[in-house]
T-cell receptor, first 111, second 116 residues
Framework: ELKVEQNPLFLSMQEGKNYTIYCNYS?????LYWYRQDPGKSLESLFV?????AVKQEGRLMASLDTKARLSTLHITAAVHDLSATYFC???????????FGTGTRLTIIP | GAVVSQHPSWVICKSGTSVKIECRSL??????MFWYRQFPKQSLMLMAT?????????EQGVEKDKFLINHASLTLSTLTVTSAHPEDSSFYIC????????????FGPGTRLTVL
């Protein structure tokens, strides 16, 4: 059974700082997703990572995937208040479309 | 492209009543739709997977007789919460796949159900 864990669960950081959210998964995964969720809203797709060593960047967010370590990271550079949200990683495996979500990381950026 | 809508956005109902939530893919044919439930400050939990024209596959622990799923067409799936109780209050999110060339899930905006 695929399990996905995120660390940390809560993160409060100052504007301008850098930080990384970690996502570990328990078994071989076909692909790894990162989503953003604002309060009361649904999910916004950020990144899809398909292969070992994959790195994708959009603005101040950068995601990477290490399939050997079963680890994905979401790096935040020079955080701004607009990035405050809950971030989820999710993984699928075995050619299955089903997603298993991590616990989520609630990120708060303070001035 | 790849827009998924849900209706209603929120619903408040009395305990014991049934509530139907619709999930539509607006600009593509969704071969598979997924239903998730999210309790406050928690992650998304997959409830069931539905393919057009066939019975839904429910995750372990989800009562199929309580959460009725119908995927009658390639653009519409419905989730009916039967005899709803306060513990069914949650945020229900659907997603759909089937956009040509990708198996990415596209998420609907969610439906917030409150059962009094």
């Amino acid at each position: 059974e695929l399990k996905v864990e995120q660390n940390p669960l809560f993160l409060s950081m100052q504007e301008g700082k850098n930080y990384t959210i970690y996502c570990n998964y328990s078994t071989t995964s076909d692909r790894l997703y990162w989503y953003r969720q604002d309060p009361g809203k649904s999910l916004e797709s950020l990144f899809v990572l398909l292969s070992n060593g994959a790195v994708k960047q959009e603005g101040r967010l950068m995601a990477s995937l290490d399939t050997k370590a079963r680890l994905s990271t979401l790096h935040i550079t020079a955080a701004v208040h607009d990035l405050s949200a809950t971030y989820f990683c999710a993984a699928s495996s075995g050619g299955n479309e089903k997603l298993t979500f991590g616990t989520g990381t609630r990120l708060t950026i303070i001035p | 492209g790849a827009v998924v809508s849900q209706h209603p956005s929120w619903v408040i109902c009395k305990s014991g009543t049934s509530v139907k939530i619709e999930c539509r893919s607006l600009d593509f044919q969704a071969t598979t739709m997924f239903w998730y439930r999210q309790f406050p400050k928690q992650s998304l939990m997959l409830m069931a997977t539905s393919n057009e024209g066939s019975k839904a596959t429910y995750e372990q622990g989800v009562e199929k007789d309580k959460f009725l799923i119908n995927h009658a067409s390639l653009t519409l799936s419905t989730l009916t919460v039967t005899s709803a109780h306060p513990e069914d209050s949650s945020f229900y999110i659907c997603s759909a796949t089937g956009l040509a060339g990708t198996d990415t899930q596209y998420f609907g905006p969610g439906t917030r159900l409150t059962v009094l």
